[in-house]
């Protein structure tokens, strides 16, 4: 078996700097959208339309695998920032 890296996807500007914390079992969304910041249910990544490469189930590997997301569900980056501005 030989372990080939894959693109690395970069992280981009928290609200709070670098201080989120991020719990077992939590869900977290990831947008490509730079022009907002990250929070504790959020990351900005700087891979474009990364929703087109995956599927449910697949992995996520963060911090070279110290954090381990599974896709869980896709939705619509309009309704989660209408919902968040409430």
Do not use: A, C, W
Request: glycine share 10%; proline share 2%; net charge negative.
């Amino acid at each position: 078996m030989v372990d080939l890296k894959g693109p690395l996807i970069r992280t981009l500007g928290f609200k709070d700097m670098y201080s989120i914390k991020v719990e077992s079992g939590q869900e977290i969304r990831i947008s490509s959208n730079q022009q907002i910041l990250g929070d504790d249910g959020m990351f900005i990544i700087d891979y474009e339309n990364i929703h087109e490469k995956l599927t449910i189930g697949d992995k996520i590997l963060v911090d070279y695998g110290g954090i381990i997301l599974t896709v869980v569900r896709f939705e619509p980056e309009e309704k989660y920032l209408k919902m968040k501005q409430r």
